[in-house]
């Protein structure tokens, strides 16, 4: 049987509550997600969200920060709104029951971490999402307006008359369910699993990305990912991140001959912005022929394992001692800039739809992520996408139903693997990249791709594990693809055969949209 309401969301990490919580109190709200209820990146979250709420801060300070770190591209206004609506949601969680650190007077503890100027980031010990989804979870699930679906994977939007109406959605049976609604958002979150290296959990696969550029939407900025410094790195472990928070901390990456070499690659050392760090190992560790480390040894041990439980907890799977061992540590794929475009308030290219969170380019970000904006942006605009929602409904028609698509004669089609398609990504569209290497991971996701697309128009149903490839594939080609046309290095997309930055041809942010024809624009500050 359809489902109907008046607002769906597809997504339960940060941005998807938060949107829900706004709209629980104007309308019926139908949460879709994939996995159980709380599996998705806000979950993994560890060092903290960022907010100018301490002494000697300000917004505008958190301003200066953001834009600095971002490299010449992020969107002025976006970033104005990060930083001046933060503080107030910020509060509203505290008062909704989230609870972070304090300093023994009560003060909120905050952390500093790299390339902010202030301490500003909230945290709650090391698992921060984990609290902050607890919170906002306690919030919805008591609104008797909100229902919510788990393990219930979007596969398509439903666009009528130009107008997103619904989405298609897989069932755990595998049986394929349709969700209508007036007005939908898109909080699916990240894509790191088109890496095979990554931090991010198995449901950030770029599914939210794929279904949007299906349906028209344009995306943007998709060739800045962010490759995070210090993953751990044990062969037959999980690529677990080892927070920035700790290196705030005063954590410090030595080589394979136990030195501190930081500062010879950039002046502000261990705690350079994240590419950069994220660079200076891959050479270390190339000149030493040996594994970087991260040490805490001259911290002092109690409080070591006290501030970061979660992450001695995950040392000690790995049979290390986080405060007394030097963990072995290397860059992995980790957060994903761009996405799809939305304006201030979330609005996509495609009427009724919204997106909100990591699956958002709202251009607060420009080239590179300054650490914990991005639950802050998740909470900001997830608000605000779910206020405009509440408005653009009102404000809607219904769309002209589509002519129901009969499934054609099956063609022979075979995709390739998840793991191929993951390690293409990791040797060419990496964190070093070139025309050559672009070239040879598109010559295989470009035919790919088409095969898809042409699979798709039959209408023949795909399985879920072929769905998980499709939205892998697709994400995959649209990076590979924006990673080419940047022929310059940049915050999270660094060319080779391009080292130096040139703000003369490149200082601008691109998109890229189906009805296009594939092309791509210019674009400054908002859409
Ligand atoms: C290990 C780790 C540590 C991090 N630490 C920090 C930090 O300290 N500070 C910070 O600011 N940021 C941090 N980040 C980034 C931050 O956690 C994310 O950017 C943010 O939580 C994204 O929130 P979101 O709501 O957009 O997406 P998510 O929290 O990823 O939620 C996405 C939701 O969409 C669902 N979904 C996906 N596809 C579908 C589909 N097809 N159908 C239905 N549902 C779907 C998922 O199941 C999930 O519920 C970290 C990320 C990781 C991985």
């Not at 069932?171 to 958002?185: K, Q």
């Not at 054609?408 to 050559?436: C, E, K, Y």
Request: some cysteine.
């Amino acid at each position: 049987m359809d489902l109907r309401q008046d607002f769906l969301i597809i997504g339960s990490g940060i941005a998807g509550l938060r949107a829900a919580a706004e709209l629980a109190p104007v309308g019926r709200v139908l949460i879709l997600t994939k996995a159980e209820p709380r599996e998705g990146n806000t979950g993994y979250a560890q060092g903290g969200i960022a907010a100018a709420v301490g002494p000697g801060d300000s917004p505008a300070l958190h301003a200066a920060d953001t834009i600095a770190a971002g490299a010449g591209l992020c969107d002025e206004q976006a970033v104005t709104v990060l930083v001046e609506d933060g503080p107030r949601y910020v509060h509203e969680l505290i008062e909704w029951g989230a609870v972070f650190d304090r300093d023994p007077e009560g003060n909120l503890a905050l952390a500093l971490e790299a390339a902010h100027g202030a301490r500003r980031v909230l945290h709650a010990a090391d698992a921060t999402g984990r609290e902050i989804s607890r919170t906002l979870w306690a919030r919805v699930a008591g609104l008797s307006s909100v229902t919510a679906h788990d393990h219930a994977r979007a596969v398509d939007l439903i666009v009528e008359g130009g107008r997103c109406v619904g989405a298609r959605f897989l069932r755990e049976d595998g049986t394929l369910g349709s969700a209508r609604a007036d007005v939908v958002l898109l909080a699916t979150g990240g894509a790191g699993q088109v890496y095979s290296d990554t931090t991010n959990p198995l449901v950030a696969t770029g599914d939210g990305v794929a279904m949007a550029y299906r349906a028209g939407a344009r995306v943007a900025d998709l060739e800045f990912f962010q490759f995070h410094p210090t993953a751990l790195d044990v062969p037959g472990q999980p690529r677990f991140l080892l927070s920035e928070a700790l290196r705030g901390e005063g954590a410090r990456l030595l080589n394979s001959y136990g030195e501190a070499f930081m500062t010879r690659y950039d002046p502000a050392g261990d705690l350079a912005p994240r590419d950069r760090v994220a660079r200076a190992i891959v050479r270390e560790s190339a000149r030493t022929a040996g594994k970087v480390t991260l040490s805490l040894e001259h911290l002092d041990h109690d409080f070591v394992r006290t501030r970061f439980p979660r992450i001695a907890a995950a040392c000690q799977l790995a049979g290390l001692d986080l405060a007394r061992d030097r963990i072995p540590v290397g860059p992995a794929a980790h957060y994903m800039m761009g996405g799809v475009q939305t304006d201030l308030d979330g609005r996509t290219t495609v009427a009724g739809l919204f997106a909100a969170g990591e699956v958002a380019c709202t251009g607060v970000h420009g080239a590179n992520r300054l650490a914990s904006n991005s639950l802050l942006e998740g909470l900001v605009f997830g608000a605000r996408a779910g206020l405009a929602m509440a408005q653009s409904r009102q404000a809607s028609g219904s769309g002209e139903p589509e002519e129901a698509r009969s499934p054609n004669a099956s063609t022979p089609w075979s995709l390739p693997t998840d793991t191929s398609i993951q390690s293409l990504m990791w040797r060419h569209v990496g964190f070093f990249r070139d025309r050559q290497g672009l070239e040879t991971a598109l010559a295989e996701l470009e035919p790919a791709s088409r095969a898809l697309e042409g699979r798709l128009q039959t209408g023949e149903p795909l399985n879920a594990s072929q769905w998980r490839t499709a939205s892998l594939l697709t994400t995959a080609r649209l990076i590979a693809r924006a990673a080419l046309r940047r022929e310059e290095s940049r915050g999270g997309h660094y060319r080779s055969d391009f080292p130096k930055r040139d703000d003369i041809l490149w200082k601008r942010r691109e998109s890229e949209g189906l009805h296009t024809g594939g092309s791509f624009s210019a674009r400054n500050g908002s859409i």
